[in-house]
């Protein structure tokens, strides 16, 4: 693996958090959040959906849903120390990589403008025994971070319509990519990982049974040397970082 502090950077950093979900900060990288909101980085996040079919209740509209899911995730935000909590609200479980997906998520980069830019892994299919298989908008969502940070959003050169809206070319100095499958970068997040648990549980519309996920959770996250007297957990990711 590499530095044992990755995130040891000497100034204050704009960190941007894409993702497909609500919930999905907390869940795929939530005490990594909050160690870096403890240090004092400016987090923000925007999610590519509103998890409005996130439910098998019958009774429930997708409108309804999309709006419980918005304050759940305002909630859990608040619990991390993340400074804002955007949307732009595309259908869940239709997410697909395309350009108009891809034109989004660079406008998104390019109004935040980041030092590091925070997504999860498209090439995840099948990511641990709890989840054998990966939701699409995952994927999707991982994909076009990638493709909109590498070449599109640095460059004047794509989607001139952006600079017409006055938003100037940006490119992160760092990805961090949440759940991978090939990570070369492991955070001790011990002391953080109360928050987390607490930032999850605010998501109460996705959680049938909550002392379960919990244990779920542990089991997921703890390192080998972890004991009941003394837990430890790890959150892993796969960084890209561009030379200066």
Not at 12 to 38: M, N, S, Y
Not at 149 to 160: D, K, M, T, W
Not at 187 to 216: C, F, G, M, N, Y
Request: proline share 8%; net charge negative; with cysteine.
């Amino acid at each position: 693996m590499s530095n044992p502090t990755p995130d040891n950077w000497e100034s204050p950093q704009k960190i941007l958090v894409i993702l497909a979900h609500p919930d999905d900060p907390e869940f795929f990288c939530g005490a990594t959040l909050a160690r870096w909101a403890q240090a004092g980085h400016e987090i923000h996040y925007c999610l590519l959906t509103c998890g409005d079919k996130g439910s098998e209740d019958p009774n429930i509209s997708t409108d309804d849903l999309c709006q419980i899911r918005h304050k759940e995730q305002e909630n859990a935000a608040k619990i991390i120390g993340a400074k804002s909590v955007s949307f732009l609200d595309h259908p869940d479980g239709y997410l697909v990589p395309d350009i108009s997906l891809r034109r989004d998520v660079v406008r998104a980069i390019r109004q935040y403008a980041p030092d590091v830019l925070v997504t999860c892994d498209p090439t995840n299919i099948f990511p641990s025994e709890g989840y054998p298989l990966n939701h699409p908008d995952h994927r999707a969502a991982g994909q076009a971070v990638l493709d909109a940070v590498f070449p599109a959003s640095g460059s004047h050169l794509f989607f001139p319509e952006l600079l017409a809206e006055g938003l100037a070319p940006h490119r992160p100095n760092e990805v961090w990519i949440s759940v991978p499958n090939q990570a070369n970068t492991l955070l001790d997040v011990t002391d953080t990982w109360d928050r987390k648990i607490q930032a999850v549980l605010k998501h109460k519309s996705q959680i049938a049974d909550p002392e379960a996920l919990i244990e779920r959770m542990k089991n997921s996250w703890k390192t080998s040397d972890s004991t009941e007297e003394a837990p430890r957990y790890e959150e892993d990711f796969h960084v890209i970082r561009w030379s200066r």
